[in-house]
């Protein structure tokens, strides 16, 4: 709860700090405000120390329908921006805001950048950033001249004269090491007999004819078929087509005779690919199953 609570007392303090400068400068008097464009910047807080976060705050005022930009201030050695300019429009002026942080104190004199003003017609200039002047005080107290850094009041770390813990902790590291590598060495575990897996019993090819479907009997005839040949030549294997299949068992069997299987794998493709009617379908799937049988390992 302590860090929710520090968290919302710090957006309240930087809502307060917003409004009391918009407030200071909403009190201005427009004369001092047309004066400011050459100049002119409020510093809030009023007693800044280092590190803490500055407002430089500006008003200005432009005619109707003109826009105000703010130029990025660049860091210097002892003073450091920390977001981006902002630029808003309050009571009939245009605010410009730059939140920065000293880290040195005394007296700071900055040279802000240029302020830009761009017209509705597309015309623009510039005016001169000015000077800003604020004192930053010392977060040492007034009271402690000549601070030097102090030793430790206390050893940081108590010595260890008692051997029993360091090896206490050898002990169980070694034991944790022997363990995993006994671990690691374990032999194989052995495993048991698979299980068998019933195999359906094929569909008979009547069956299938029966119930309409031919290119599934011819389907399955010409993969028994393929895989007869790529186990006799692996170079036939089931990705290539028939023509290309053919022609490398040609090549790796001259003197097999191939006829009778090119006539059927032609015959096989003509129905799968084309139309069953007038074809035997049972007739091929029995060639098939018998040329499947008949080609040599």
Partial sequence: MKPRCTTARRH?????LIA?????????????????????????PANPTVGDTIWL????VVPAGWQVRAAKFEPTEDVEPLTEPSV?????A???????????????????????????????????????SFAVASVIPDSLKDPTPQGPLAPLRAIHRNAVPPLAALGIVTALLVAGIALRRRPPRKLG????????????????????????VVARATWRLRTALARTVPE???????????????????????RELRELLEQLDRVAFASAHGT??????VTARRLARDVPA
């Fill in 193 to 216: 007999p698979r299980p068998q897996v019933p195999v359906e019993r094929e569909v008979p090819d009547a069956r299938w004819l029966a119930a309409g479907e031919p290119k599934a």
């Fill in 236 to 258: 036939a294997h089931p990705a290539l087509d028939t023509a290309e299949c053919l022609a490398v068992v040609e090549r790796a069997r001259p003197q097999a005779p191939v």
């Fill in 280 to 285: 035997d379908i049972a007739a091929l799937a």
């Fill in 12 to 16: 309240v303090a930087r809502r307060a």
């Fill in 88 to 92: 808003r429009r309050v009571a009939g």
């Fill in 20 to 44: 009391t400068c918009l407030g200071v400068l909403a009190a201005v008097p427009p004369c001092r405000r047309a004066a400011g464009q050459g100049g002119g910047w409020d510093a809030f």
């Fill in 57 to 60: 705050v500006r008003a200005l």
């Fill in 94 to 132: 245009w605010v410009v805001r730059y939140a920065l942080a000293a880290w040195k104190p005394g007296a700071h004199r900055l040279t802000l950048p240029p302020i830009w003003r761009l017209g509705p017609d597309g015309r623009a200039d510039s005016t001169a950033g000015g000077v800003a």
